[in-house]
């Protein structure tokens, strides 16, 4: 059974842990996530964007395929299916595909449109017991062709979007999709302080983990950030795998060209991936 974020983040916000927020792109990369959750006793979101949802053919087929994993892998952990990004349209078809929790990005919208299509977000996501995610401040890098300058939420508008109800927030703070570039400032603090003023005990997400120092991770979870979501770093650990086996020339030994053969040392890869960050992130044997 997939559950909402809410409860799972009010005990993070308490614990002073993040839940992983890990994207999955395929079959292969749902069953490493689900796998590793398990082992470490994590609870997980498993964040899907459109661009993912459209690839895996649509959000039914996410939903089945995830639901479907959870029960014949024995998964016991809490996992929770979320839309990341959302357009309002995307989150019309997940909730009514099953999905548990939804990203609504309003974020390029101007601020009375976002308030207006969160509002009616709310109320459907409260009739249904799914989470909803909302975004202020664009976060920088590119995302399924969504390009943001990586500014910096401002709290009073994080606020306003708050007590419209929403069970999450992402402020941007300096983060940004993707690689960070070497000559990168790192986190703005004083935003985030800033903006866990002004909503007090709404949790809040960092969005692009992927190559955040792990001092910054630890100060920005102190700070109230009890969701971080990971994407490029499965993907750049999954490619690096994968290019070992084919460079070693592993495909042409024996049925080395079995796809489940083939795809194993960037599965195994992934799970690695997902172990440090849940490790990094203090969520292991939370669940
Ligand atoms: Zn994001």
Avoid at 114 to 133: D, Q
Wanted: hydrophobic fraction near 40%; proline fraction near 4%.
């Amino acid at each position: 059974m997939l559950v909402s974020v809410k409860e799972m983040l009010q005990k993070a916000r308490a614990g002073k842990y993040a839940v992983p927020q890990i994207n999955i792109n395929n079959l292969e990369w749902t069953k490493s996530v689900l796998a590793t959750a398990q082992e470490l006793q994590s609870p997980v979101i498993l964040g899907v964007s459109e661009g993912a949802g459209k690839y895996m053919t649509g959000f039914k087929t996410v939903a089945a395929m995830v639901k479907a994993m959870v029960e014949e892998m024995g998964i016991t952990v809490p996992v929770a299916l979320h839309l990341d990004h959302g357009t309002y349209e995307g989150c019309l078809k997940c909730i009514e595909a099953g999905f548990s929790s939804i990203m609504f990005d309003g974020s390029h919208y101007p601020i009375d449109e976002n308030v207006e299509k969160t509002r009616e977000l709310v109320k459907i996501c409260a009739e249904k017991g799914l989470s909803l995610e909302a975004e202020v401040g664009s976060i920088g890098g590119e995302e399924d062709g969504v390009v943001g300058m990586g500014e910096f939420a401002d709290p009073n508008e994080c606020k306003m979007i708050a007590d419209l109800g929403v069970d999450i927030l992402a402020a941007g703070i300096g983060n940004i999709h993707g690689k960070y570039p070497a000559n990168w400032p790192g986190l703005n603090f004083e935003v985030l302080a800033a903006v866990k003023e002004k909503v007090g005990d709404m949790p809040l997400v960092l969005h692009g983990g992927t190559g955040i120092p792990a001092d910054m991770i630890k100060k920005a979870i102190s700070l109230g950030v009890s969701k971080i979501n990971v994407n490029t770093e499965c993907q750049l650990s999954f490619a690096a795998a994968t290019r070992k086996y084919i460079e070693e020339g592993k495909d042409l030994q024996g049925k080395g060209y079995d796809p489940r053969k083939l795809l194993a040392p960037g599965a195994e890869a992934i799970k690695e991936t997902v172990k440090e960050k849940m490790e990094l992130f203090g969520s292991v044997g939370k669940a």
